[in-house]
Each structure stands twice: as structure tokens, then as C-alpha cells.
């Protein structure tokens, strides 16, 4: 009867192990969010978001698996694509934090950004997230994390003023424990500006931690914030198609 039980065990325990997830094979990931207002000022324009959400405010671009030598994946299974009744009940609110201003297409369409998302990044994380895990903890993200209030409280506004880089940075750092990354663009006169913010989590997007590698080279030690866009200063732009 001991060697049956015994024997159980270790069957039960054989099954225990094969049948556990298999840890990330990426090393960590960048959590993006844009300024629309650098889209906006920019050669190519925006567009306004077509579900009339004009809040002034970061928006949500995506959640990025990243590895530590620079390279990442992407594109990994074409069997999982993108599936909107997967989120359906979080529609609402990527309406709001995950708005198209042109980074994909014009004229905007949420669904293609949001499309894109899942199927470049999105399936390279399964074995962290499912779709619907994948969209609410980049949600869940937007909410901790009020990036446009950790600025202002600093004095950092989008006034169109200039301010330093390293004093960007050092506002979120003070926020979160560490620095982010900072991509900027330009604007029509060719001055740097703010674009996106590369905040870096652990690669279970659990907590945040430090970035191995940031993408700064694109900016100046002062950049420009530029103010939100006013609806009705906003026409038909050229569609600013994302290389990410």
C-alpha cells in the first residue's frame, strides 16, 4: 500500500511539473503611452480619434515584450490574431486610455491600433496573458499611472514651453523608483518634442523596474511639450503609419 501511495505521488507530481506554465522567454517589457499632441504638431499631422475623445491626456500606445540585447519579437502566432469579442466588455474604456490619433492609421480606427497591438506583441506574451488579460493590465497600468499629473506636479505642461530631458525623466523616476525612456519627434520648425514614454516592467508586467536599454537618442537635453490639439483647430491630416 506505502509503495502505491508513494507511486501516486509521484505520478500526480510528474503531472503537477509538466503541467505548469512555462516562464517568459523575454527579459522584460516596455509599457508605452504617446502624446497625441506631438502627432498633432508634427510634418505629417493626426487625426482626432473617431469616437470624439478629446481628452487631454497621454493615451496608451502598447505593451512591449523586450530582450536585454536590444532585439525583440514579434508577429509570433498567426493561429491567436486579434478578436474584439475577446474585450468586448473593455471597449468602452480602450475608447477613452487607447485612443487613435494617426500613430496607425487616418482616419483614425481604434480597432486597427488595437489589432496591431495583439498581433505584433501581443502573441509573443502567452504565456503571460491571454487577450483579455493582456488589454486590462495595460489598462490597469493606465490608471496607476497618471503621467500628465507626475509632470504637472513638477511644473512640466504641455504649454508648448521647453523643458529639460533629464528633468522629464527625473519627475517619473521620483513617481515610480525609476527613470523612463523618452522618444521624441518633430515639430513643423524642427524642434525636438515629447512623442512617447517608455516606462520598463519586469517580465511578468508586474512591477516596474529598471530599463536595460532606453530609446533617448531621438531627443535633445530640452524638448518641447506641446499642447493638447483643440478640436476645432484640427482638419484632415496625412496618416502617421507607426513603425512599432
Known sequence: MRGIIIASFLILQ???????????????????????????????????????????????????????????????????LFDISKVSDLVSRMEKKWTEWGVWTCPSNETKLWEHEWNKHGTCVQSVFYQHSYFLTNLRFRQK???????????????????????????????????????????????????????????????????PYVPDRSCASKIKFPKFPKKDSLGESLSVISSV
Not at 524642427?190 to 516592467?201: D, P
Open 14 to 80: 510528474s503531472l503537477v511539473v509538466f503541467s505548469s506554465p512555462s516562464p517568459p522567454d523575454f527579459n522584460f517589457f516596455y509599457w508605452v503611452t504617446y502624446w497625441p499632441g506631438a502627432i498633432c504638431d508634427s510634418q505629417k499631422g493626426c487625426c482626432p480619434p473617431p469616437k470624439g475623445n478629446m481628452a487631454s491626456d497621454f493615451m496608451i500606445h502598447g505593451l512591449w515584450p523586450q530582450f536585454n540585447n536590444g532585439t525583440w519579437p514579434a508577429f509570433c502566432d498567426q493561429t491567436n
Open 145 to 211: 499611472l497618471n503621467l500628465l499629473n507626475i509632470l504637472e506636479q513638477k511644473g512640466i505642461k504641455p504649454d508648448g514651453g521647453l523643458y529639460g530631458l533629464d528633468e522629464i525623466k527625473n519627475a517619473i523616476k521620483c513617481a515610480i523608483g525609476f527613470a523612463p525612456g523618452i522618444e521624441c519627434n518633430e515639430d513643423v520648425k524642427g524642434t525636438k518634442q515629447l512623442f512617447q514614454i517608455y516606462i520598463c516592467l519586469d517580465n511578468y508586467a508586474k512591477e516596474f523596474v529598471e530599463c
